[in-house]
Every structure is written in structure tokens, then in C-alpha cells.
């Protein structure tokens, strides 16, 4: 399982945000020269980070983008979730129509991968981007 280049950028782009004064707002080729990620690719990433309510922005002179939260209300969860969808090791996991056995208690593997799963999200949960501002 690797996480998708948008989902790194995301990650970079948010740490980034996080080390700036509360409340300054920066503009999208700062964040792009900044954390060396292609402008065309942040401007595509940036919106769902929005939704997710992760990433306010501002329009016009002056504008750019902000943290919506502060650092440590924000996990590397959120931000997986807000690029990639749901963390699932499986489809099953995610629907049980996608199982021919009807996952568990029939499934022994779904069991073993809904387990690896919580736990894989715990530890995405349990990282915020306070831990890494210095």
C-alpha cells in the first residue's frame, strides 16, 4: 500500500500551512516554491482540502490559503481522508457487498484486515501537525 503523490503534496502543503503565523494567508506559488511541488498539482489538490474543512482561501490580491483549524486539531488522517477517500486495506472493508464470504464473522482474512486497518488508522489519527511545528 503506498499513498498517492497528491495525498504527499497534501501532507507537505498542510505542514506548511501549519508553520506559518496563525491566521497568515500564503499564497499558492509560496507553498509550491516552498515544499517543491508543481503549482498546477497544489491548485488541484488544494479544493479538496477546502471541503475537508482542513485549508480556508481567499481570493484576489492578497489572497491565498490558510489553516481553517489550528495544528493539532488537524491528523494526518484528515488530510489522507480529505485526498484519498476512506483508509481501506480492501473493498470488502469498505462494503460487504464486495465479499463473497459476507466479511466477518464468515471471513477470517476480512477479520485480520479490518483489524490492520484500525490500526493503521489509529496511527494516522494519532499524528496532528503541532507535533511539527518547531
Known sequence: M???????YALRAVLYLARQP???????QVISEQ???????????????IKAGIVKSFRGVGGGYVLAKAPGEI??????????????L?????????????GAPNCQIHQALADVQAKLKAE???HNFAEFIN
Open 35 to 49: 515544499e517543491v511541488i508543481p503549482i498546477r498539482f497544489l491548485l488541484k489538490i488544494m479544493p479538496s482540502l
Open 22 to 28: 496563525q491566521g497568515e494567508v500564503t499564497e499558492a
Open 75 to 88: 491528523s494526518f488522517l484528515d488530510v489522507v481522508e480529505a485526498v484519498e477517500g476512506p483508509v481501506a
Open 90 to 102: 480492501n473493498r470488502c472493508l469498505i462494503d460487504y457487498a464486495f465479499c463473497s464470504k459476507k
Open 2 to 8: 503506498t499513498i498517492n503523490q497528491a495525498t504527499d
Open 124 to 126: 494516522l489519527q494519532g
